[in-house]
C-alpha cells in the first residue's frame, strides 16, 4: 500500500521543548516537501528536499531543522526558536524531473504547544 | 520565485449550483495541482493539470498554460463539496518548490 505517512497525528509540547515529526514515504519519490498550515490560512513551506543529503529553506524555516539521510524519510524538528509552533504540519513527495510532478500529502500532524 | 493566486477568497451557493474556481501563477509551470482538504485537514488529490482539460465525475479542471491560469469546475453542488480548494503550482526549474495559493473556501447550503 503505497504513500506517505506521517506520526504522530498530534503532538503536545511543551514550551522550551524541541520535537521531531516523522515523515516516510514508499513512493520512490527523490523529493519532499514540509509545510505548516495555520487555522484558516494557506499552506506555507518550511523546507523541501530534491534528493538525499540535500535540502532547501522554503520560506518559513526560521525555527526549523530537517534532515534527509534516507531516502524514504523526511523528518522535520521544531525546535524552541521557533515561537510560535502550534499549527497543522503537513509533509508530501513527488517526483522532482520534467514529467509527471503529482505531488501527494500524508495526513498530517497537529502540533500543539501547552 | 512564482506566485500562484486563487479566487474567490469565499464562495457560497445552494445545493445543484456550479462554481468556477479560479488559480492565476506568475511563471511557466510544469506541475498545477488542484487539491480538496477535508474536514480532517488532509489533502485530497482533485487532478494533476499542467496543461490542459480533464474530467473526474462532476468536476473538471482546464489549464491554460499560455495565460497562466487554471480552473476548476463543479457541476451539481452537492453539501460534501464544501471545503477549501487549493491550486499549487511548480516552476520548470529542477530546484523549484511547490507554491500553494490561499484557496478558496465553499460552502454549500442545502
Known amino acids: 500500500d503505497g504513500g506517505i505517512t506521517q506520526s504522530p497525528k498530534y503532538l503536545f509540547r511543551k514550551e522550551g521543548q524541541n520535537v521531531t515529526l516523522s515523515c516516510e514515504q514508499n513512493l520512490n519519490h527523490d523529493a519532499m516537501y514540509w509545510y505548516r498550515q495555520d487555522p484558516g490560512q494557506g499552506l506555507r513551506l518550511i523546507y523541501y528536499?530534491?534528493?538525499?543529503?540535500?535540502?532547501q529553506k522554503g520560506d518559513i524555516a526560521e525555527g526549523y531543522s530537517v534532515s534527509r539521510e534516507k531516502k524514504e524519510s523526511f523528518p522535520l524538528t521544531v525546535t524552541s526558536a521557533q515561537k510560535n509552533p502550534t499549527a497543522f504540519y503537513l509533509c508530501?513527495?513527488?517526483?522532482?524531473?520534467?514529467?509527471?510532478?503529482?505531488?501527494?500529502f500524508g495526513q498530517g500532524t497537529r502540533l500543539t504547544v501547552v | 520565485g512564482i506566485q500562484v493566486e486563487q479566487s474567490p477568497p469565499d464562495l457560497i451557493l445552494q445545493e445543484g449550483a456550479n462554481s468556477t474556481l479560479r488559480c492565476n501563477f506568475s511563471?511557466?509551470?510544469?506541475?498545477l495541482q488542484w487539491f480538496h482538504q477535508n474536514p480532517w485537514g488532509q489533502l485530497i488529490n482533485l487532478f494533476y493539470i499542467p496543461s490542459g482539460t480533464k474530467q473526474n465525475g462532476r468536476l473538471s479542471a482546464t489549464t491554460v498554460a499560455t495565460e497562466r491560469y487554471s480552473l476548476l469546475y463543479i457541476s451539481s453542488s452537492q453539501t460534501t463539496d464544501s471545503g477549501v480548494y487549493f491550486c499549487a503550482a511548480r516552476g520548470y526549474s529542477s530546484a523549484s518548490k511547490i507554491i500553494f495559493g490561499s484557496g478558496t473556501r465553499l460552502s454549500i447550503r442545502p
Open positions: 508530501a513527495s513527488s517526483s522532482p524531473g520534467t514529467l509527471n510532478t503529482e505531488a501527494f
Open positions: 528536499s530534491q534528493i538525499v543529503n540535500d535540502f
Open positions: 511563471d511557466s509551470v510544469n506541475n
